[in-house]
């Protein structure tokens, strides 16, 4: 019946179903043909199936005669006759009696073989935006929502998309799957081996491809697809390489929107630039929204979302495999919150895997007038400069409540910006790393000179051997959890997102596992660690507290006399 029913008939996706193959049971010993004249189709029937078409329609079906004299109507009486067989099917397969109405009813061309979860997997395929991160746990059904959000626009025969895994190896275990998912969803989905494509009735094509080395973009490079979907993508430790493979999605047919659609567990060395593009961006199934001016004025708007989910948002392994699930709760601390919780905080070889921003991070909050406030500063031009200003309570805890982020700013608008950010607060003191104070072979001011000049005054530092220890222990002391409250000694104002970032991602030094690894970005470290190493202890901050007013003894600089 080819010639009658068309051959594109897709799945419903969020149903997760495919169109029932045209085939009868048929019982033993009872096969009867029936031909219809000049049509050049045969069908089979079952007495059983005859004696229901007279029971229904009260009537023998047309004889090859009765045809002759009017073909007009064949292909609609064709069409009526295969409906109803396929709804006597659906009721033999049901094992439910067989019903006249239900026979006559629409037949139900669909059941369903994969059906997404509701919750996260479902927000994930019903997502319309540019690009959508589906991260989370192992065993949240990420992979399956990726392969199935793919046939989301197969009926298009202009339709091209592109699965990419890192390795081969990564990538066949992928092909597997889809070949186990695609045919049963897509009647006529035929995989080619050789050239790793998924090529569909209508000519719609989905294609697998790896992407280990820089040098394999060229596969890629100059070839249209509207749909991406990356597998695994924090195994990519660069988003040079997310950027370079967001260059083939474009699309010359206005009925094919395009879509990058990615999974990842936060597991892999790209944890912080993941963690950066999609979660610091906004808030979870939210769209997070950008706007680009093009040289010829057009605005252009671009959209994103993330949406986290970990093993108990996929109630069918939380049933069918309870044994996986105790196993990863097993798990040592860090890889369980990466594997089960799916947490972009934890990671192996962190400088300080003892932070954590439900314990630390906080919302800002009022900081009252008596409590003693320094700032800490790592300068830098080329380089993030940073500036943090940190509170001491009674009870000798640290708030930092305030960040300064720039770069390219010259030292004299850095100092003005600083200056203005302190308000009216009075402001004890503040630290920086030393070599603002070098000449460097310059004739004109330091660096120091140039924010003094702004009415910036600044203490410099401890560099002393061991330094640098000795602040990281610090910081240490203070992040770690009093046994009877639970409660750190430092919390941070989640507006202070440079500070928290690194905190979350610095890793230890591969030489020296005593301090921080400084090839990486921690202008933010540095500053809060040059104030706090530098604070007084708790009986001076107490006794200053009664003196808030008062202007603290001037500090003494040997060279420049203050």
């Not at 010359?252 to 944890?271: H, M």
């Not at 004739?443 to 600044?458: A, H, V, Y």
Request: charged share 30%; aromatic share 10%.
């Amino acid at each position: 019946m080819a010639d009658i029913l068309p051959d594109n008939q897709v799945a419903d996706l969020l149903g997760g179903v495919y169109e029932i193959e045209d085939k009868y049971l048929m019982g033993k010993g009872h096969k009867q043909e029936t031909r219809i004249a000049k049509a050049g189709i045969s069908e089979k029937r079952t007495k059983a199936n005859y004696r229901a078409w007279e029971t229904r329609r009260g009537e023998k079906p047309p004889k090859a005669e009765e045809v002759k004299q009017d073909t007009s109507n064949l292909k609609e009486l064709a069409v009526k006759w295969r409906e109803e067989q396929k709804a006597l099917k659906l009721q033999r397969e049901q094992q439910v009696e067989f019903q006249p109405e239900l026979a006559l009813a629409p037949p139900k061309k669909y059941m369903s073989i994969w059906t997404p979860h509701p919750g996260k997997q479902t927000q994930f395929l019903e997502s319309t935006e540019y690009e959508v991160l589906f991260c989370g746990g192992r065993g949240s059904g990420k992979s399956d929502c990726l392969l199935a959000d793919a046939l989301r626009f197969v009926g298009n025969g202009n339709f091209r998309g592109l699965i990419i895994r890192r390795t081969i190896p990564a990538l066949r275990d992928l092909i597997k799957r889809a070949c186990m998912l695609y045919p049963k969803v897509v009647k006529g989905a035929k995989f080619i081996d050789k050239e790793k494509i998924f090529v569909f009735p209508s000519g719609a094509i989905i294609e697998f491809g790896y992407y280990d080395h820089p040098d394999d973009y060229d596969r890629y490079h100059g070839r249209e697809f509207c749909w991406l979907g990356i597998d695994e993508i924090s195994l990519y430790e660069d988003r040079e390489y997310y950027d370079k493979l967001k260059s083939v999605v474009r699309t010359t047919d206005p009925t094919l929107p395009k879509r990058i659609r990615v999974a990842t567990n936060p597991s892999g060395p790209g944890r912080v630039w993941i963690k950066e593009y999609f979660l610091d961006a906004g808030d979870e199934n939210t769209t997070i929204v950008t706007k680009v001016k093009l040289k010829n004025g057009v605005e252009v708007t671009l959209t994103k979302k993330w949406i986290k989910a970990t093993i108990f948002d996929n109630p069918t392994m939380v049933q069918n495999d309870p044994e996986y699930i105790a196993d990863l709760m097993a798990l040592p601390e860090i890889k369980r919150r990466q594997w089960v919780d799916g947490d972009f905080e934890a990671a192996e070889g962190l400088a300080f895997s003892d932070f954590h921003p439900d314990y630390h991070v906080i919302e800002p909050s009022e900081i009252s007038s008596n409590w003693i406030k320094f700032r800490g500063c790592d300068w830098g031009f080329r380089a993030k400069a940073v500036c943090l200003w940190i509170a001491v309570d009674f009870d000798g805890n640290y708030y930092v409540y305030r960040e300064f982020v720039t770069q390219q700013m010259t030292a004299d608008i850095f100092a003005q910006n600083v200056l203005a950010l302190d308000g009216d607060e009075y402001i004890s003191y503040g630290v920086i790393d030393g070599s603002v104070g070098d000449e460097r072979g310059i004739s004109g001011p330091t660096i120091d000179e140039q924010m003094r000049n702004e009415g910036l005054i600044w203490r410099y530092a401890d560099k002393k051997p061991g330094s640098r220890i000795h602040r990281k222990m610090t910081l240490h002391q203070l992040l770690k959890l009093d046994p009877v409250t639970k409660k750190p000694r430092i919390f941070i104002f989640n507006t202070c997102k440079q500070l928290i970032k690194e905190l979350g991602s610095l890793p230890v030094d591969p030489n020296n596992s005593e301090d921080v690894d400084t090839t990486m970005e921690d202008h933010a470290y540095d500053a809060v660690t040059y104030a706090l190493a530098s604070r007084p202890d708790k009986n001076y901050i107490n006794n200053r507290q009664l003196h808030y007013h008062q202007r603290p003894d001037v500090m003494v600089d040997s060279k420049y006399g203050y």
